[in-house]
Each structure stands twice: as structure tokens, then as C-alpha cells.
């Protein structure tokens, strides 16, 4: 099972990156432009004040290597499942793959909090988990170095877009 940790810096306050992460447009703007993805949709979502629930739809952009484009075929998508408190800044969400779903379970809780001078600290701890034989450890390095990219260029973005 592969774990991991990202801490991202954030030029903005703490309250705009919440907001951002909250707000449709910006996120289709974020994985479809910044990311290239051909898909990221809200299916559904509520919001009770205190916490945001939401599952997405999306179709990720991802270089894979051989062996796993083919297990994973041509129209592999994931459904995103996430809940975001504000009171605590902090969201959590796993994704179900289209394809191998008892094999796989990836999951992630984000935190973000101030630093002095106005901006934050993102802070990201993610699981993935792919049990496919000959190729699981494969998919997850694979899938780590994906996120760690998509992740790394969120700051930037969100930056631009204040």
C-alpha cells in the first residue's frame, strides 16, 4: 500500500483556497484547462453550512505506461466521492475507478491552514492501494507521481486566479 504526504505552499489566504475548492467553475476551469482533463462534473452535491458533500465524475488525463492503459482500457473514468468542512478546512474524498474497483482504493484528506504573510499550507495525505498482480506496484508509483503533479499545480493555478 503506498502512502504518502505533499505539503504545498499557497499565496492566497486560506479562505480563498477553501473557496476555490468549493467553487464549480473554478474547478472545471482547473482540472479541464490546467489539468487537461477531458472530464470533471459535479453529479451531485449539498451543502448544510457546515460541510460540503459532493460526488464528481471525472475522466483524468493520465500518461500511462503500457501495461496499465491496457488493464485499465480506453474508457477509463473515476467517481469522486468527497466531504469538505469549513469550520476545520479540511476535505476528504476517495476515488472508485471504472475499471478493477475491488482492487483498487485510493483516498486523500487535505488540510489547509494559515502561515504568516497571508497565504497557507496545503497539506495532503494520500492512500493508494492497487492490488493487480505483476502490476500493482506499477499502478501505484504511477498514480503517486499523477497526483503529486495535478497536486503541484494547484497552487499555481489557484494563484492566478485569485
Request: proline fraction near 6%.
Amino acid at each position: 500500500m503506498g502512502k504518502f504526504t505533499m505539503v504545498l505552499s499557497c499565496s492566497l489566504p486560506p479562505e480563498r483556497v477553501w473557496e476555490q475548492f468549493l467553487d464549480r467553475k473554478f474547478n472545471e476551469q482547473f482540472y479541464q484547462e490546467a489539468l487537461g482533463w477531458p472530464q470533471w462534473s459535479i453529479e451531485e452535491q449539498s451543502n448544510t453550512g457546515e460541510e460540503v458533500v459532493r460526488k464528481v465524475a471525472v475522466t483524468p488525463r493520465r500518461e500511462l505506461p503500457g501495461p496499465i492503459a491496457k488493464v485499465l482500457g480506453a474508457g477509463f473514468r473515476q467517481t469522486e466521492e468527497g466531504t469538505f468542512a469549513s469550520a476545520t478546512r479540511t476535505g476528504t474524498w476517495r476515488r472508485i475507478p471504472s475499471t478493477l474497483a475491488d482492487k483498487w482504493h485510493e483516498e486523500a484528506t487535505v488540510r489547509i491552514e494559515s502561515v504568516d504573510g497571508g497565504g497557507c499550507l496545503m497539506t495532503i495525505d494520500v492512500t493508494l492501494e492497487m492490488r493487480v498482480f505483476g502490476i500493482g506496484g506499477l499502478m501505484e508509483s504511477t498514480f503517486e507521481k499523477n497526483l503529486r503533479n495535478e497536486w503541484e499545480t494547484f497552487p499555481r493555478f489557484s494563484g492566478q486566479h485569485p
